[in-house]
């Protein structure tokens, strides 16, 4: 009995340890400050609130992940253009639109044939194409000739991107590689280029997807946001300084960014004492499942003047063989019948497919005051390059 309180203090003391290697180890230094912070803005639907989900799939899609040759990315590509239509034509939303996917192709691995691909998918209606990019110490000029050679290729060869349909300008949506958007990554590596959010507007981004990044290192601050972000001189990181959208008209020369869910998941502790963390990664030890919803329905990623619009951004490695099964196979499926279920059974649930570009234009809208039904804003300032070629 006498050693009963060292015990325990020694226990007590081991938790405690255990906890912060954890938060240590996962980086979340970086982000839970803000998370405990608004806490009380984060939360599930109210009891028969109208729920409409804004379900984006935004793929960092790399067919030469892991150093394979062309061929093999070939393959890749090829199993993606014949089993998303297979097995996921006949799934329709709220509205009546087949799944949706946005392809963000890494401008190092472009091969004509694969976007030749891809663009069948688009053309179906089942797709479009965005840039994603690695870069390490690159420099400004650099970066932007590569930007302008590679939209003005998936525009002119291949019928990819979006317009202005005020001024015409072919616009992209951005993933950056390695998660290392402004130089983020410590010592400078996987970028170079403090002042890319500025390149990214002047070249013609529409907005960057690329985060939440958690556990990894470049996670921002900002989390579970829509928000503008302006760049600093001489600063990099310049995207963890920010202005929520609907806080205040957009700063000048400023950029959009959307993240997808990041929040705490008390129901699958790790160790069974230590929250998992949700950011909304789609791979095959976080699968599609109908069971991580309401999490990202918490995180509220929302415009204010539309809170019944909640934007769900989900990122995977889609490319990838080990990614395939679910991605493509029975759990993706499964996840698309409970999504229709779910809608069924409850009329207070809406869900919607999105691109990365028609989630721009969602966000405008909801920005500008538009009050009405979702699918009258999937083309608000931006339409596909795509639709545009088929009616020439």
Known sequence: MIWAPTVIALLLVGLLGLIVWQIRRRHMLRWLPTYVRERSRRGPPSPGQDVH???????????KADGVDRDQGMRRVKTWVREFPRQFAHFRDSDGRPPRYTFFFPIEEYEPEYLERLAELCRAGFAEVELHLHHSHDTADNLRRRILEFKATLAARHGLLSRNKETGA????????????????????????????????ETGCFADFTYPSAPHVTQPPIINSLYYACDRPGQPRSHEVGWPVGSRPQPPESL?????????????????????TENGCLQTTQPPSIDRLDAWLRARV????????????????????????PLLGAPMVRFHKDLARRAAGDAHFHFHYVTAREVFNLVKAAEAGFSGPVAEALDYQLVSNVAAGSLR
């Open 302 to 325: 929302q415009v204010p003047a539309r809170p019944d619009w909640f934007f769900v951004k989900l990122h995977a490695h889609g490319a990838e063989e080990a990614a395939h099964d």
């Open 170 to 201: 072919i616009q992209y949506g951005f993933i950056h590689g390695n998660w290392s958007l402004c130089n983020a990554f410590p010592g400078g590596s996987r970028c170079g280029v403090d002042n890319e959010l500025a390149i990214l507007r």
């Open 53 to 63: 989900l804004l379900l984006c799939f935004a793929d960092h899609f790399e067919p």
């Open 256 to 276: 959009l960014l959307v993240q997808g869910p990041l929040v705490l998941d008390w129901q699958h502790p790790k160790l069974g004492v230590f929250p998992a």
